[in-house]
């Protein structure tokens, strides 16, 4: 049997589906490996099941030299925290659980719109603290969400999915910007040439990019100053596609309405002057946290590991 490292507690059916086939070592920590253990994962187990956070970067597969391990199998679509190259040129195979994670994910933009446009999260907090004196017409007036323009900042996967909720259970008009030409967003909506011209468009923009050196920033404070002062601004892609500090900025100010994030740039680490801020919505993320959801997403992280193991061609090799 081969020996296989699961890095984070996942659900039981995906335990059980691991220990049939394998020799399974299960860290209890909920936090990611440091770096004895990324070392470890390498030199003494057959594959890896991993996840966010676990940080095996270019100096963990050079410190490795020729690792026993063949496959690290990511439990999630974004390995940003993996380098795929340096993994590659060890001979290490590295995968994702693409397409399980899409509705989810996309629910939870849509969860973040709605919170945030129509001051949810804050009108909860009220409540709680007891200090609401009841209704009155000019109470919390927020931004009605149907019939407006909302900008999706990657149209992959997840920003298509974010469309077709938008358009068909909104009525909204769908604008976006894709590094490539979208032949068939899947409903009807624009491609804009330039992130800015879909930044001033929007009354709602969503950033749904991958993560990596290649988005790291992408809406900056340029980005961020070329947004109505109206708009919100969505984020269910990696913390650091947004520049925080360029966005609490135009919070604290004003400059935009308001904000819904799921992910932070240095997460889980959250800024005081974010955690602050009545016109953010923040939620500890939860893009795929549904039992079903995480379970597909560990079967198919099996599959995939499995299938290297067996000398395949794995289902979502990155």
Not at 257 to 264: E, I, R, S, T
Request: some cysteine.
């Amino acid at each position: 049997m081969a020996r296989l490292l699961i890095t984070r507690p996942l659900p039981d059916a995906v335990l059980d589906a691991a220990r049939a086939h394998h020799d399974v070592t299960a860290r209890d920590s909920t936090g990611p490996l440091d770096s004895a253990e990324l070392d470890g994962a390498l030199s003494d187990y057959d594959a890896v099941l991993a996840t966010l956070g676990d940080a095996f970067s270019a100096d963990v597969f050079a410190r490795a030299g020729t690792p026993r391990c063949r496959v690290i199998a990511n439990f999630g679509v974004g390995y940003n925290h993996i380098d795929a190259a340096a993994a590659r040129n060890a001979g290490v195979t590295v995968t994702n659980t693409p397409g399980v994670v899409t509705d989810a994910t996309a629910d939870i933009a849509l969860t973040l719109i709605l919170m945030s446009a129509r001051r949810a999260a804050e009108g909860e907090r009220l409540v709680r603290a007891g200090d609401w004196t009841g209704w009155h017409p000019t109470q919390m007036l927020g931004l009605h969400v149907t019939g407006k323009t909302v900008g999706i900042v990657g149209m992959g996967r997840i920003g298509k999915a974010i469309a077709r909720r938008c358009h068909h259970g909104f009525d909204m008009d769908v604008v976006f910007h894709n590094r490539s030409r979208v032949e068939d967003p899947g409903v009807p909506a624009r491609q804009l040439e330039t992130l800015h011209e879909v930044m001033a468009a929007a009354d709602i923009v969503v950033a749904a990019v991958p993560g990596g050196a290649a988005t790291h920033h992408l809406i900056d404070a340029q980005a961020i100053a070329a947004m109505r002062p109206e708009a919100y601004l969505v984020n269910i892609s990696r913390g650091d596609v947004i520049d925080e500090a360029a966005l609490i900025a135009a919070l604290e100010t004003g400059r935009i309405a308001g904000a819904g994030l799921d992910v932070y740039e240095r997460e889980p680490e959250v800024p005081a002057r974010l955690r602050a801020l009545d016109n953010a919505v923040l939620l500890p993320h939860l893009g795929t946290a549904a039992l079903e959801v995480r379970t597909a997403m560990g079967m198919m992280a099996l599959d995939n590991l499995n299938a290297v193991l067996d000398g395949a061609e794995p289902p979502n090799k990155v």
